[in-house]
Nanobody, 123 residues
Framework: VQLQASGGGLVQAGGSLRLSCAAS????????MAWFRQAPGKEREFIAA????????YYADSAKGRFTISRNNARNTVYLQMNSLKPEDTAVYYC?????????????????WGQGTLVTVSS
């Protein structure tokens, strides 16, 4: 499966962005999907995940209450709505697909990755 992330940009603190990740190739609907981020000099960090049917979602503490992950299987797309953005949210955001394993929180749980989209939050 190929993943294409988009929607990043420059936003002021307190603002909002919606990231999108469009999937193509193998059947999108069977995968759990997630968003990770990586800031300069830091490890890739889990942000949010969603099961194949959208029935369950998982969030990092840093995302709870501010970010919402969702998916539209008819459009083969997963979204990350980010509100109340902070300068510390600045990072490259990556979407990822889990081909059926039981884990959600670590990069090793995901077999497919998008190219990343840069989010910059100014203070």
């Amino acid at each position: 499966v190929q993943l294409q992330a988009s929607g990043g940009g420059l936003v002021q603190a307190g603002g909002s962005l919606r990231l999108s990740c469009a999937a193509s190739g193998r059947t999108f609907v069977i995968y759990a999907m997630a968003w990770f981020r990586q800031a300069p000099g830091k490890e890739r960090e889990f942000i949010a995940a969603i099961t194949w049917n959208g029935g369950s979602t998982y969030y990092a503490d840093s995302a709870k209450g501010r970010f919402t992950i969702s998916r539209n299987n008819a459009r083969n797309t997963v979204y990350l709505q980010m509100n109340s953005l902070k300068p510390e949210d600045t990072a490259v955001y990556y979407c990822a697909a889990n081909p059926g394993g039981s884990g959600y929180y670590t990069p090793k749980d995901y077999a497919y990755w998008g190219q990343g989209t840069l989010v910059t939050v100014s203070s």
